[in-house]
């Protein structure tokens, strides 16, 4: 485990984020324009923003879940990520591309580390955030990419993160049905 390099985040709750105004179709909603010290390793701060899920985009990463580890990953906690700003589009999210919906499940669950991954390209994230134990144990920007097996954090053997606290999974209609 490497939780002696993870930075300290506060958790917010996705579903009470832009539940109505501007930002309610949105996949995120800009908190702020980042701070330098909100991604140290990344040296093109010019247009970082940090960025929470809104509760219509973690609802749709939901439905992009389908194996074990991403609907589990989904019911982490969530903290706000940094990005290059509208480097996440809508359409990039409704392809369903698993590198991309595992990345921001890295992103908004994660643990950003304080050392740099090399192999991280930050076309989007700015952070090192990784979740131990989960794909490969590579960050945000390499799973993007499916550069996971190459990430300077590529662990196989690593074991699972086990983190302060769940939320529930979203009940779905389809167990709502009843004969
Ligand atoms: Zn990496």
Redesign the pocket.
Known sequence: MSNSTALVRRSYDPTAVAVIGPFQNKFVEVVRAANPADAPNDDNTSDLVVVRLTAKGNQALFELCHTHDQKEVWCFPSYEFVIHKDSITASQVKTGRPSYVNAILIASRGLPQRTR?T??SRWVFAE?VRVPGYWGG??A??KWRD?AAS???ADKNEAKYIPPSMVPAPRLAIEELED
């Open positions: 991954c192999k991280n090192d590579a960050c920007g390499c550069g990430c300077s954090y």
